[in-house]
C-alpha cells in the first residue's frame, strides 16, 4: 500500500494553481532531469504542448510561467516569488532559456508552449507533452499528467496514482477511514497517535515536528501578508484585494488585547473569513502559499487553523497535530476519489479541504476519533456536487469567496459532529466515494475548463 503522508499533502509553493502552476513546474524540470547523464547537453529545442484543464485554462493559472520556471531548474518551494514577473520578461525579451540553468537554448513561451485546446491525452485532463530535440530530430518525448494538490505522474505511475520511489513502509496503513478507526480501536490510541507512529517510522520525529512547524508558520505568514496588502489582482478581471479593508474594519470595531482579536459572537466568522480571504487573495497574486491540499483550496486548512490557535487556545503541540489529523483526511480524498479540480470539480479542493480542517480542527477540541471522523464527513458531504468554474479562467471568482465559505462549514461540521457522540448514518468513505461517482458524472465544462457555470457569468455580462 502506497502511503500518503504529511509531507505528501502539504507542498510549499507559489500560486495560483497547485495542479496548473506548482504541478507543470515540478514535470517541466522532471523532465530535463530525467534524460538522462549527457543527454541534456544535446538538447537544442524543448517544446512542450499542454492538454484539456491546462490549455482551457492554463493562461489564467499561470502554467505557461510555470513550465518556463520548471525548464529553467527552478522548483516551487525556493522559487522567489517576487522575481517571477521579471524572470519571464528576461526570457521573452532575450528568447533564451538556460535549462536547468545551465544549458542555454533558443525558446519563447509564445512558440515553444502550445495550448491545445482541442484533443486530451489519456489518463487525466491536466495533461503535458514534453519534447527535446537535437538539431531538428526528436531527442525524448514524455507525458506527464498534472493530478491535483501538486502530484506529478507520467503514463506508467498514473495506474498507481503516485510517482516512482514514493512508496513508503508504515506501522499502521490504511487505505480507508474505517480501516484507520480499527486501527484506532485495536491499539487503543486516538487518530493523532497513530498518524504519529507512521511519520515516525519514515523520519526522525524532530524532522517531522520542523516541517509540521515550517507549515503553520508559512501558512500564518500567508494570513499577514495577506491582510496587509491593498490593490487589484492581477490578470484582468480588476478584481480588488478586500482581505485588507476587511480586516481594518475588525480591528477598528473591537480592541485587541495580547495581539489577539475579541470580537463580538456574530462577528467570529468573519475573523475566520479574512483569514481565507487572505490566503488566497495572496495565492491569485502568485504568492508564497502552501498546497492544503490544492492552492485553490489553500485558505481552508490555513484560516481554520488560526481559529484554532486565536479563539480556541491551540497550542503548538495541538496545531502540529491538527496538521498531522487534516493531512490523513486529505490522503483518502485523493487516495479514493480525487482532489483534483479538472477531474472531480470543486468539491474535491474546497470540499476537501473542508473536510481536512473540520477533523484537525476536531481533534485540537479533544474529539473522540469518531467524531473526527464525523465532522470530516459532516464538512464534506455538504460540498458534494460543487462545480469548479472559475470566471476567466482565474483563481479569483468564485474561488476565494468560496474558501471562506468552506471554512465555516468546516467550523459548523466540528461543532455539529462534538454534540453527538460520533454515531451517524452515513460515513465518510461513503461520502468520498459518492464524491468520486458524482465527478465521474460531472460534465467536463465544469471541471476547471471556464466552459461552463459561474464562468460564463462574465460572458453574458
Known amino acids: 500500500m502506497s502511503y500518503l503522508g504529511c509531507f505528501d499533502l502539504f507542498k510549499i509553493g507559489i500560486g495560483p494553481s497547485s495542479s ?9 524540470r ?8 549527457g543527454v541534456i547537453e544535446k ?7 499542454l492538454f484539456g484543464s491546462l490549455a482551457h485554462t492554463g493562461k489564467g493559472h499561470a502554467t505557461d510561467t510555470a513550465i518556463v520556471l520548471g525548464l529553467s531548474g527552478k522548483i516551487p518551494e525556493d522559487v522567489d516569488a517576487s522575481g517571477v514577473t521579471a524572470f519571464i520578461a528576461g526570457v521573452t525579451k532575450a528568447g533564451r532559456l538556460a535549462l536547468l540553468g545551465s544549458r542555454e537554448v533558443a525558446f519563447s513561451p509564445l512558440t515553444h508552449i502550445r495550448f491545445n485546446l482541442r484533443d486530451l491525452l489519456p489518463v487525466h485532463s491536466n495533461g503535458m507533452m514534453f519534447r ?3 538539431d531538428g530530430q526528436l531527442l525524448a518525448e514524455r507525458a506527464m499528467y498534472s493530478i491535483g494538490g501538486g502530484f506529478v505522474v507520467d503514463e506508467d505511475e498514473a495506474f498507481v496514482g503516485t510517482a516512482r520511489g514514493d512508496e513508503h513502509a508504515v506501522p499502521y496503513p490504511f487505505n480507508s477511514m474505517k480501516s484507520l478507526l480499527a486501527t484506532c480501536t485495536a491499539q487503543s490510541m486516538t487518530m493523532a497517535s497513530v498518524l504519529r507512529a507512521n511519520e515516525d517510522a519514515l523520519r526522525p520525529r524532530a524532522e517531522t515536528d520542523e516541517f509540521l512547524d515550517r507549515i503553520a508558520h508559512t501558512m500564518f505568514d500567508c494570513i499577514d501578508r495577506g491582510v496587509a496588502t491593498e490593490g487589484t489582482l492581477p490578470g484582468g478581471l480588476n478584481v480588488p484585494r478586500r482581505a485588507y479593508g476587511i480586516h481594518q474594519k475588525l480591528l477598528a470595531e473591537h480592541h485587541c488585547r495580547s495581539g489577539l482579536p475579541h470580537p ?3 462577528q467570529l466568522m468573519d475573523w475566520v473569513s479574512v483569514y481565507a480571504i487572505a490566503v ?3 495565492n491569485a497574486a502568485g504568492g508564497r502559499v502552501v498546497t492544503a491540499p490544492t492552492n485553490g483550496a489553500a485558505g481552508v486548512v490555513p484560516a481554520v487553523m488560526r481559529y484554532a490557535r486565536d479563539f480556541c487556545g491551540g497550542d503548538q503541540a495541538q496545531l502540529r497535530d491538527y496538521i498531522l489529523v487534516a493531512s490523513a483526511i486529505g490522503a483518502l480524498c485523493k487516495m479514493n476519489a480525487s482532489i483534483s479540480g479538472a477531474e472531480v470539480g470543486c468539491q474535491g479542493e474546497v470540499g476537501s479541504a473542508a473536510a481536512m480542517a473540520a477533523a484537525g480542527l476536531a481533534n485540537v477540541l479533544g474529539a473522540s476519533n469518531e467524531q473526527i471522523e464525523n465532522a470530516a464527513e459532516i464538512a464534506l458531504e455538504h460540498h458534494l456536487g460543487m462545480t469548479c468554474d472559475p470566471i476567466g479562467g482565474l483563481v479569483q471568482i468564485p474561488c476565494i469567496e468560496r474558501n471562506a465559505m468552506g471554512a465555516i462549514k468546516a467550523i459548523s461540521a466540528t461543532s455539529l459532529a462534538m454534540r453527538g457522540d ?6 465518510l468513505d461513503q461520502v468520498i466515494e459518492t464524491m468520486r461517482r458524482t465527478g465521474a458524472d460531472m460534465q467536463t465544462k465544469y471541471k476547471e475548463t471556464s466552459l461552463g457555470g459561474l464562468a460564463l457569468a462574465a460572458v453574458e455580462c
Open 422 to 427: 460520533g454515531t451517524h448514518h452515513v460515513t
Open 43 to 49: 538538447v537544442t529545442r524543448v517544446d512542450v504542448e
Open 132 to 134: 527535446a530535440h537535437a
Open 30 to 37: 522532471r523532465f530535463l532531469v530525467e534524460l538522462g547523464e
Open 280 to 282: 488566497n487573495e495572496e
Open 20 to 28: 496548473h502552476t506548482v504541478g507543470p513546474m515540478r514535470a517541466a
Open 264 to 266: 463580538m459572537p456574530h
